[in-house]
């Protein structure tokens, strides 16, 4: 299995801006580059998508993407208190025998 390749932010922009020039093809410019076309055009939607945060790097996710999780994780965490409170009142309120 060969290790994953990694790229850094400004490899990413450089690309981009070669395959965008339209000097060359998305082809030409990944075989030059040495990246798969898959990839190059991956590159190429996120970085039209939103070109400050196109490529945020390890670990870094925008704003919004860390509030949702965030959001998400506390609902999760709130509904298995819910659950667990559900089983102890139905527990509790059940007569003695």
Do not use: H
């Not at 932010?9 to 450089?14: I, L, W």
């Not at 990246?35 to 055009?41: D, V």
């Amino acid at each position: 299995m060969k290790p994953r390749r990694t790229y850094t932010k400004e490899f990413k922009v450089e690309a981009v801006r070669l395959a965008l020039q339209g000097d060359r093809s998305q082809g030409e410019v990944s075989r030059e580059l040495g990246i798969p076309t898959s990839c190059l055009a991956r590159w190429i939607q996120k970085y039209r998508d939103d070109e400050q945060s196109a490529f945020p790097g390890k670990g870094r996710i925008r704003g919004d993407a860390e509030e949702l999780r965030r959001l998400e994780r506390e609902l999760r965490r709130v509904q298995e208190e819910r659950d667990i409170l559900k089983k102890a009142l139905a527990i509790f309120s059940k007569e003695p025998r």
